[in-house]
C-alpha cells in the first residue's frame, strides 16, 4: 500500500480538525484545544498505522517437522507441547488415509521467531515416551498430475 502524500495528510488533518473547532463550541469545550488535539491525532495516524503493518508483517509463519510422535499423542497435546516456546498457528498430525490412523509424525506452524527456540528445546527431547524429531518442514515438491 501507497503511503499518503503529505500534502493529502495535511488537508486531511486541516479539514478535521475545523470540524472538531465548530462542534466543540455548542458542547462547552475549548475549540482550539479540540482543534489541536484533532489535527496532530490526523496528522500521525498514517504514519502509526504504516508502522503496525510493518510491525505485523514480521511475524511470518514458519512449519516445523515433527517426527516419531507417539500414535496416542493428539493435536491438544502436541500444541500445549509447542506452544511453552511461543505462538502455535496450527498442528496437523499425519494419517493414514485406509485406516485412519496417525502415522507418527506432523507439523506445527508457528511464528518464526519462536521456532528456532521450539527446535532447540525440544528436538531429541522425551514427549509421552517417545524421543521426538523435530525440524524445519522442508517445501514440498510440485505434485504432477502424470503419475496417476
Do not use: C, W
Not at 510422535?69 to 502436541?78: D, G
Not at 525440524?135 to 503419475?147: F, I, M
Amino acid at each position: 500500500m501507497k503511503s499518503p502524500q503529505v500534502l493529502t495528510v495535511i488537508i486531511v488533518a486541516v479539514v478535521f480538525a475545523l470540524i472538531g473547532y465548530f462542534i466543540a463550541g455548542p458542547i462547552g469545550v475549548d475549540p482550539a484545544t479540540v482543534a489541536v488535539s484533532i489535527f496532530i491525532g490526523a496528522l500521525l495516524a498514517p504514519f502509526i498505522s504504516k508502522k503496525e503493518v510493518e510491525s505485523s508483517k514480521s511475524d511470518e509463519v514458519k512449519t516445523l517437522y515433527v517426527g516419531n510422535l507417539p500414535y496416542r499423542a493428539n493435536e491438544a497435546s502436541v500444541r500445549s507441547l509447542f506452544s511453552e516456546y511461543g505462538n502455535v498457528h496450527s498442528v496437523r498430525l499425519m494419517k493414514d488415509k485406509h485406516t485412519g490412523k496417525r502415522r507418527g509424525f506432523g507439523f506445527v506452524e508457528m511464528s518464526e521467531r519462536d521456532s528456532e527456540a521450539a527446535i532447540s528445546a525440544l528436538n531429541d527431547t522425551e514427549f509421552q515416551q517417545r524421543t521426538l524429531k523435530v525440524r524445519e518442514a522442508k517445501d514440498r515438491p510440485e505434485r504432477t498430475d502424470e503419475a496417476v
